[in-house]
């Protein structure tokens, strides 16, 4: 799922539970009232409460030890915040009223910090300092080849195979001399 649905980089598309994946998505999608994650950059985020606050309406993100008090209001039953912009950590959050928990919050960094672009090998060559004898890159897209050639460099020829085959040429050629002799 981390790749684009282009027929040329994803199977997927061309699968039979295309379908039903995208159509449970869709569906899980519509019923929940807030989202699975949100940024660290999101600036506005919108919370249903289910009772009635009074008192004291102050909203806490907490992690761990880590407490923050982000600016907020409460319109017709939801509470509206922002992220607050000391806000800088990666993970999950709470977000207390008076010590009591109301929900969970997921914050991931920005799209930028995911992107699955890779190096070809030259450019990994290229940060490679001169005279670096035990850094190896390997320029093959097929990993039958890659496995083979590290097997190669490594551990050399397996000869095992060999051997175990003359065994049993042998010990059947043993067993014809005993028994026609």
Same mark, same amino acid.
């Given at each position: 799922?981390?790749?684009?649905?282009?027929?040329?980089?994803?199977?997927? &598309?061309?699968?039979?539970?295309?379908?039903?994946?995208?159509?449970?998505?869709?569906?899980?999608?519509?019923?929940?009232?807030?989202?699975?994650?949100?940024?660290?950059?999101?600036?506005?985020?919108?919370?249903?409460?289910? %009772?009635?606050?009074?008192?004291?309406?102050?909203?806490?993100?907490? %992690?761990?030890?880590?407490? !923050?008090?982000?600016?907020?209001?409460?319109?017709?039953?939801?509470?509206?915040?922002? &992220?607050?912009?000391?806000?800088?950590?990666?993970?999950?959050?709470?977000?207390?009223?008076?010590?009591?928990?109301?929900?969970?919050?997921?914050?991931? !960094?920005?799209?930028?910090?995911?992107?699955?672009?890779?190096?070809?090998?030259?450019?990994?060559?290229? !940060?490679?300092?001169?005279?670096?004898?035990?850094?190896?890159?390997?320029?093959?897209?097929?990993?039958?080849?890659?496995?083979?050639?590290?097997? %190669?460099?490594?551990?050399?020829?397996?000869?095992? %195979?060999?051997?175990?085959?003359?065994?049993?040429?042998?010990?059947? +050629?043993?067993? +014809?001399?005993?028994?026609?002799?």
């Amino acid at each position: 799922m981390a790749a684009p649905l282009l027929p040329e980089q994803n199977e997927l &598309v061309n699968h039979a539970l295309f379908v039903p994946v995208m159509y449970r998505l869709a569906i899980s999608s519509y019923k929940q009232e807030q989202q699975i994650a949100y940024r660290l950059q999101n600036m506005a985020i919108t919370v249903p409460i289910q %009772k009635q606050v009074g008192g004291e309406n102050i909203f806490k993100l907490v %992690k761990d030890s880590t407490v !923050f008090i982000p600016e907020q209001q409460v319109r017709g039953g939801r509470l509206v915040f922002n &992220v607050p912009p000391d806000l800088d950590e990666a993970g999950f959050y709470e977000l207390q009223h008076q010590g009591e928990v109301v929900s969970s919050f997921a914050f991931n !960094f920005d799209k930028q910090e995911s992107v699955l672009d890779q190096y070809s090998p030259a450019e990994l060559r290229g !940060f490679l300092p001169e005279g670096q004898r035990h850094v190896h890159v390997y320029d093959y897209s097929d990993t039958f080849s890659l496995k083979s050639e590290f097997e %190669k460099r490594f551990f050399g020829v397996t000869l095992w %195979k060999y051997c175990l085959l003359l065994c049993l040429i042998f010990l059947m +050629a043993e067993i +014809a001399l005993i028994r026609f002799l």
